[in-house]
């Protein structure tokens, strides 16, 4: 099929989403299911013929139960397509070398009750909580944390000082 060296193999193209609460600046991650305490951004990959955007909208439906988030979210900004590698022997190192980020900040508008985590029959988080941007730096993974600085460097009207 292709060529068996990982360096070879594509990025996946992917996006993620940092709500934000205008009234503190606290930021939503998510924690997977199983794994208490791995905190990750709602996020996933851009289907065939999708835009970034409507990756975006459909990611965060899917993975925070969020209806029509379009009407509670604001898109400040996006940070730099950044790229990670899988780990190897993970499922998506089989097909992909890594992912091509592009982070999204989000102000919400809506309030924790509109968040349904198990809305889809494969939920992917177990709860969510909202942390001041130097904490998110201290829970994400360190493969994802250069994404997150990416982000924040990109965007110094939306996150300020508090970065």
Not at 23 to 41: C, H, T, V, Y
């Amino acid at each position: 099929m292709g060529p068996q060296t990982t360096k070879r193999k594509p990025y996946r193209p992917n996006v993620g989403a940092i709500l934000r609460r205008p009234n503190d600046g606290k930021i939503l991650m998510a924690e997977r299911i199983g794994r208490p305490e791995s905190w990750q951004f709602p996020q996933g990959g851009i289907e065939e013929g999708e835009s970034k955007e409507e990756a975006l909208w459909r990611e965060i439906n899917e993975e925070l139960g969020l209806n029509e988030p379009a009407n509670l979210c604001t898109i400040l900004g996006a940070g730099p397509p950044t790229t990670y590698k899988f780990p190897r022997g993970t499922r998506m190192a089989k097909k992909w070398r890594g992912q091509r980020q592009t982070l999204f900040v989000l102000d919400f508008h809506g309030e924790d009750r509109d968040f349904c985590l198990d809305a889809f029959e494969h939920p992917e988080f177990q709860s969510f909580a909202w942390f001041p941007v130097d904490e998110a730096f201290e829970r994400i993974s360190k493969l994802k944390r250069r994404i997150l600085e990416k982000t924040v460097e990109a965007l110094p009207d939306v996150f300020g000082k508090a970065a």
